[in-house]
Every structure is written in C-alpha cells, then in structure tokens.
C-alpha cells in the first residue's frame, strides 16, 4: 500500500493503525500539499450501504465543528470502488499506546489530557451531539500535551451496520456506561462516563474493570463499585479520586450533565494544584450572586392569620351548633373503619381489574432454528415479541439461527426478548499458492481471498525479477480472514532462495479458555522459518493457558485450535518482542 496513488491525488506514505472497519494511513495531499489521514474501509464494511450512508452523514457534522482539540472529518471518497474517509492527521501519538508504555501518569498530566478531551467533547455536546466512542485509542496527544480526539460520532455509522457494533464491542466495552449496554441510547452523559473511565486508566495504567467477555464486563459497569484510585496510586489527590467517581457513577442523573460541568472542576483542580490552593469537595465555582435574605419583619402570611384569629366571635358556630346528638348512632371509630374496610375492597377490586386488562399476554415462541434471522426478527414482531441476535462462526450459511433462549413452545410475556445465536459464516479462508507468479498477479489472487499482503524482495537464482520466491504462511494453510501473508519477491540479483531470516525474539501470549466443555488446546506459530506446533495440552473451561516460545520476524502469529478446529488467531505484540529481544 505504501507509495499507492489513490483517486490521483493521494500518495500512501506510512501506515498508522490497523483495525476490524478502518486501515488508517498517513498520506500526501498533492493538491492541497498537506499531509492528512486516510483511513480505508475494510471489507464487507466497505460494501453496507447503510454503513456508508451514515459514515457521509457524520462526515458532513463533523467538517460543520471547528476546534483545535476535535479531529474533523473531511470527506468519503473511493479508490478502485473501495472506500476511504479523508481527514486532518491528529498530531502526536494514540493516547493507549503512550498508556501501555508510559502509564501510570501523575495527576497533572491526567487532569490536562482530561481537560484537552472534555474540551473537544464540550463542542459536541453545545450542538446536541455526543462522541460516543471515547476512550484512550481515539485520544492523540503531542509530546506538548495538546489532546486531538478522534472520530466523532462515528459510533451511528457502526450501529447502522448488520455487524461492526458487535465487532467493536470488545474495544468499546471498557469505556461504556452501563445504561447503553443496557440498551440505552448514547448521550453527553455517557461520554462523561468514557471520560471518567480514562482518568482511572491514566493514573492507573488499567481498567477500573476486567473481565473475560464484553457482557462481562458491561456487569461489572453496572454492578460492582468504582474500585478506589488512591488504593492503586496514593499520589492522586482526593478531589481528583472525587471528580472520577462522579463522572463514572451508576446512574447518569448522578453524573456530570455535560462535559463542560466537568471542565469547569477539572480547571479548578489544575490552577490548585498549580498554585497550591486549598479546595473542598464538592468543588464551588464562583456564580451569580444570591438573592438577598429578607430582613426578619411582617410576612403577608402573619397578616391573613391575625385576621382568622380575629373574626368576629358571632361568625364562628355556637357550641350548641357545633354538638350533634349521636345517642341513637354507630360509634364514630366503627363507622371509620367501615369506611376504610370500604375503601380497601375497591382497591383490590381496581388492582385486580388493572391487571387482568394491562398485563401483557402470554405468547408461544415459534421454531425459529434454522431460519433467516430477518425473517424471524418479522415473525416475532407479528407476535409482539423481539429478536436480539448474537453472530457466532460457523459453518452454517450467513444469517442462519443456530439456538435459541428460551427454546421453542415456551410462553412469553408480549414485549419480551428472544435471544438468538446467529451464523456469521466461517472467518476462516485457505491461502492460495502463488509461488512462481508475477507480484501483481498473487497480489490480485491474495486479495480475492480477503488476505492482505506484505512484499519482501530477495536475491533468487531461480526467479526471474517480480517472481514469487516464497510466501509465509505456506499455501493452502487456513487462516483467519484479513490475516496478513509475507510474499517474498524476486528482486533480480543472483542469490539464495532462501530468504534472510528476521531476529530470533521471544514471545509470550496467555488466554483464557471459553470452550463451554474440556477440549485439546493446540498452538501453531507462524514466523519467518514457517508454521511450527509449540503447545498441545487438554484443559477445562476457565484454564488460563500461557505459551513462551521464540521466533525469528517482526511478523509473528499465533493460531489457537480447540480439538483440532481453528478457532482463533493472535499477533504476537511487536513491543513485548522488541523489549524481551532488548533483555
């Protein structure tokens, strides 16, 4: 991709990020003469109208808002019918990459990255909008401290996609607030809440919460306490512990309303602890000066009641009208708690009616496995019942209802949710051999096959120049879709076929086992020597299973099988190998 002209005016200089929708790049503009961010829409992203629909809507919001601390999104154009969206390129470096590195940071410098990100966020909150998506990957920050906050209101474009909500979930899910993962819309408030959960990663170097699994975690956000600051890092002042639990409380009535509430606080943190001010919490800010308290002295009240006090004694009722002869009549108490017995019995009679005309019918769940989701999602609506869908791998044609909770014939209240798993198709493709070909040929034939490609070029004696010498991993190897394949090329002198090996380095990688039963754990490596088995043991659900092993590359994979099935792939972490290669 690097020296890639797109649409003739876009030269590929360097690539930035690699994600599950977006492939970012640092390119030049040529017509503007600028250098700005190119992030390219990876497959089937690519090709959801829907998605890219709402991609050019929030483009067109985001180039309207003007301010140095908020990325603007500029346009969504295409190369070879596959699109891209072009904006400025955010100085500095991703804030979660200086966090792994760097992390714990001290309070000043967490309070100005706060104050960089709530003043971004301030712009999109005075317009009705919300960001949606903070958290430290979409935060880039200068070696000066000036925060640029990335993609805003990106977060509808992936709700309006059939898959990219539930791929990015597992990215968002440490940031999320606990009224969105329960199905509440995204607002200020929940940005808020991505905000408080960043100064915790700031001053801690982790996530208030971990956990195994998305909904995992999405539990804990709703359910478990703010774990205490000060407990991991006792330099963080009190009031700084305060304002992060505020903004990460359970209820968004308890938060802070917008980011600009919690900017006015964040700034007068900062000038204390600049100029060593004493503050208290809750934090007061200097406001509109109070309305005088009135002077003790005549009320209209007081007036009102002389005068009742004071009516003319011949207006009030004689003792003798006020006594009512009762010899012949039912004590008064019984008679009130008549009343009373009265007044209960209808209630009962009115609960009893209300609920037997509002309570919500009792409805048959119908069959649905093996049927298309969209369809069935129709049917229940027919029946006043919903469908939430779960996409698994599977072998299974896209879109086919594997299982359901709760299984078919059982009654449910009208209104009630029925949970489906979904078959997403298999991620999983066969690389295509495509040694000996031309470089634009494999690459067209690699590319067919949802691989990306990376080119080497090497000394062959065999080959002629722009020949396929060898490609990593081997042919017909399975792998996950969008892995990335080593093709070494042919560059015309004589030499080996063989080509040079990259630094031998360590790894380590650990995961825990989510297989509902016992299986056969077997790892492969993928390095420059080739595919290698470096793990094979039995273990149960909940096994946390490590592997350290070396390998010679900067491009190592590791691939997971449970009993023999592919199931997973990873790439071993550049910077772990480049400082274990350093020890």
Not at 32 to 53: T, W, Y
Not at 196 to 222: C, I, Q, R, W
Not at 278 to 302: C, D, F, K, M, N
Request: net charge negative.
């Amino acid at each position: 991709m690097i020296g890639t002209l797109l649409r003739i005016r876009y030269e590929v200089i360097q690539e930035l990020e690699e994600g599950p929708i977006f492939h970012a790049y640092r390119v030049r503009d040529r017509v503007a003469g600028r250098e700005v961010k190119v992030r390219m829409i990876q497959p089937p992203f690519s090709e959801e109208p829907a998605f890219l629909d709402r991609v050019r809507e929030v483009i067109s919001i985001s180039s309207a808002l003007q301010h140095g601390s908020l990325e603007r999104l500029m346009e969504l154009d295409e190369h070879e019918g596959q699109p891209f969206i072009v904006s400025e390129l955010p100085p500095g470096t991703q804030l979660q990459s200086k966090v792994r590195k760097l992390a714990p940071f001290s309070a000043h410098v967490a309070i100005g990255t706060a104050i960089g990100v709530c003043e971004a966020l301030s712009v999109l909150h005075s317009e009705n909008q919300c960001h949606g998506d903070v958290s430290s990957a979409n935060v880039f920050v200068t070696q000066e401290g000036k925060v640029k906050l990335g993609l805003p209101g990106m977060w509808s474009a992936y709700a309006s996609s059939r898959t990219a909500a539930a791929i990015v979930l597992p990215e968002m899910a440490p940031y999320m607030a606990p009224e969105v993962s329960q199905g509440a819309m995204l607002s200020p408030r929940s940005d808020i809440y991505g905000v408080g959960v960043m100064l915790f990663e700031l001053l801690t170097a982790k996530y208030p919460f971990s956990a195994d699994s998305p909904n995992s975690m999405a539990e804990k956000h709703a359910t478990a306490p703010v774990p205490s600051l000060r407990m991991s890092n006792p330099g963080v002042p009190a009031i700084l512990e305060e304002i992060v639990k505020k903004a990460m409380a359970k209820s968004p009535n308890d938060r802070y309303q917008d980011a600009q509430t919690m900017l006015s606080d964040l700034r007068v943190l900062q000038d204390a602890l600049r100029f060593g001010k004493q503050i208290s919490w809750p934090i007061r800010t200097t406001g509109p000066t109070p309305a005088p308290t009135p002077e003790p002295g005549p009320q209209l009240v007081a007036p009102k009641m002389s005068v009742i006090q004071k009516e003319p004694r011949e207006a009030r009722p004689t003792k003798k009208e006020e006594e009512i002869d009762l010899s012949d009549s039912l004590p008064r108490w019984l008679v009130a708690l008549a009343y009373l017995a009265m007044l209960a019995i209808l209630a009962l009679i009115g609960v009893y009616l209300f609920w037997n005309v509002t309570s919500p019918k009792l409805v048959r769940v119908p069959n649905l496995v093996g049927q298309n989701a969209i369809q069935a999602g129709k049917d229940l609506e027919d029946l006043g019942l919903k469908l939430k869908v779960q996409e698994v791998v599977s072998d299974k044609p896209e879109g086919r209802i594997l299982e359901i909770d709760p299984p078919a014939d059982t009654r449910q209240k009208s209104g009630e949710t029925i949970y489906a798993k979904v078959s997403g198709g298999r991620r999983i493709v066969e690389i295509p051999d495509v040694l000996g070909l031309e470089v634009r040929e494999a690459r067209d034939l690699l590319t067919k096959s949802n691989l990306k490609v990376e080119v080497k070029e090497v000394p062959s004696r065999d080959f002629s120049k722009g020949q396929v010498v060898r490609q990593n991993p081997k042919p017909r190897t399975q792998i996950e879709k969008g892995s990335t394949i080593q093709m070494f090329v042919s560059n015309g002198s004589r030499g080996s076929n063989e080509p040079s090996r990259g630094e031998r380095r360590g790894y380590e990688m650990s995961f825990t086992l989510t297989a509902p039963i016992a299986v056969r754990v077997r790892i492969d490596m993928i390095d420059d020597n080739g595919t290698e088995q470096v793990y094979e043991e039995d273990h149960q659900p909940g096994d946390v299973i490590t592997v350290r092993t070396a390998g010679y590359g900067d491009n190592v994979v590791f691939k997971i099988f449970y009993d023999g099935e592919f199931v997973a792939q990873r790439n071993a972490p550049k910077e772990q190998a480049d400082a274990e290669a350093r020890t």
